[in-house]
């Protein structure tokens, strides 16, 4: 059964922790150049080594050792061009969740009352009721310190209407109750949002949710595939393709990914991320 090891005997467990200096002579003898050896020893105490080690792992080569040319500084470049991006796609990812949580709020609620999701009737035949339902009061127990939690326990007896739980959801859940709604009330948000079909909207939900959890959880983007063959590319145009604030995007998110990716040019290699060389061309309209 996997999980936790909690064998305390077991030999990688009982290694003692490398120092920042330690760590540092690890990388020197890999062959990575240290330009100022105080800068990286403080930036080994502040970030993880383990994190890091993710970055350096792209410039190794099959000896084990550097390639050559590879320096701490430069892999530290790679390291926050990286944090830089997720911060950058979280900004429009949380307006993407935002948005898509309204619209299934309000569209329920507006056709099935504010307590419509307790009625089974209101969803699709292979929607999971019980399951659903217990997930909703999970939910709820475990933001029971929320202002809002406690003044609808408190003020309304416990009854939370669907524009509160869905406030409560994860991205995941706004998935799954997305595509849990009747087949033609999916195809009316679809259609009326997004202007596409119920299916194309499903997909890429799921491939945002990969791409949310990614850079929620700080994981490296720079030559990784998101989900199955999705690369860091293929995810930005299915945000494109479901961000309603057109101006937003090319006057604000555009411009600004440009000038990251020119920023650091030096030591990004966009091919890594899935961009073609007309990526401006077609990340550039929304």
């Known amino acids: 059964m996997g999980g936790f090891n909690k064998n305390w005997q077991n030999n990688d467990l009982k290694k003692r922790p490398a120092t920042p200096e330690e760590q540092l002579a690890k990388l020197k003898e890999r062959g990575c150049t240290v330009e100022d050896e105080a800068f990286a020893i403080k930036t080994l105490t502040d970030i993880n080594y383990f994190r890091l080690a993710h970055y350096f792992s792209l410039f190794l080569e099959g000896s084990g050792k550097y390639r050559e040319g590879t320096s701490f500084n430069r892999v530290l470049k790679v390291y926050d061009f990286d944090r830089q991006l997720r911060n950058l796609l979280l900004e429009i990812l949380e307006e993407l969740e935002i948005s898509m949580r309204a619209h299934c709020s309000n569209f329920h609620a507006l056709k099935y009352g504010a307590l419509g999701y307790l009625n089974e009737n209101t969803f699709c035949k292979v929607h999971r009721h019980q399951q659903f339902v217990g997930r909703v009061e999970r939910t709820i127990e475990t933001n029971e310190d929320s202002e809002m939690v406690k003044h609808y326990q408190n003020k309304h007896g416990g009854k939370f209407p ?125």
């Open 162 to 286: 669907l524009w509160v739980v869905m406030e409560l959801f994860s991205f995941g859940s706004l998935i799954m109750f997305y595509r849990d709604m009747k087949p033609q009330d999916k195809t009316e948000i679809a259609k009326e949002y997004y202007n596409m079909t119920s299916g194309a909207l499903e997909n890429r939900m799921d491939r945002l949710l990969d791409l949310r959890n990614h850079c929620a959880h700080y994981h490296r983007l720079y030559d990784t595939r998101i989900c199955g063959e999705d690369t860091v590319f293929t995810s930005i145009l299915a945000m494109r393709d479901i961000y309603r604030r057109k101006e937003s995007w090319e006057k604000g998110f555009f411009p600004r990914l440009r000038q990251l990716c020119a920023e650091y040019a030096d030591v990004v290699e966009l091919e890594r991320l899935g961009f073609p060389e007309d990526w401006e061309e077609k990340l550039g309209k929304s």
